[in-house]
């Protein structure tokens, strides 16, 4: 039983850290298109950069997400938890 406990909570784990991830991913691109927008471009092609930043934020997530699954795929055929 405690084993199970102990599994459950080191899944619970890695799928918080996941979605952590990948929101931090698109809340640091969103930021720099916004930073790129307001500060470089003094807001005159306003929303352009911002979209950019926010597909390279989602892009980077969607690398981290296949990463871990390609990791615990990797870890299943190995034989490790």
Do not use: H
Request: proline content about 2%; charged content about 15%.
């Amino acid at each position: 039983m405690a084993s199970l406990k102990k599994e459950v909570i080191q899944q619970l784990a890695n799928f918080g850290q996941l979605g952590m991830t990948f929101a931090v991913c698109i809340f640091i691109g969103f930021g720099a298109g916004y930073l790129i927008d307001e500060k470089v471009l003094s807001g005159r092609w306003s929303p352009l950069f911002m979209f950019i930043g926010l597909a390279f934020g989602i892009a980077a997530g969607y690398r981290v997400l296949f990463g871990v699954l390609q990791r615990s795929k990797n870890a299943s055929t190995d034989g490790r938890p």
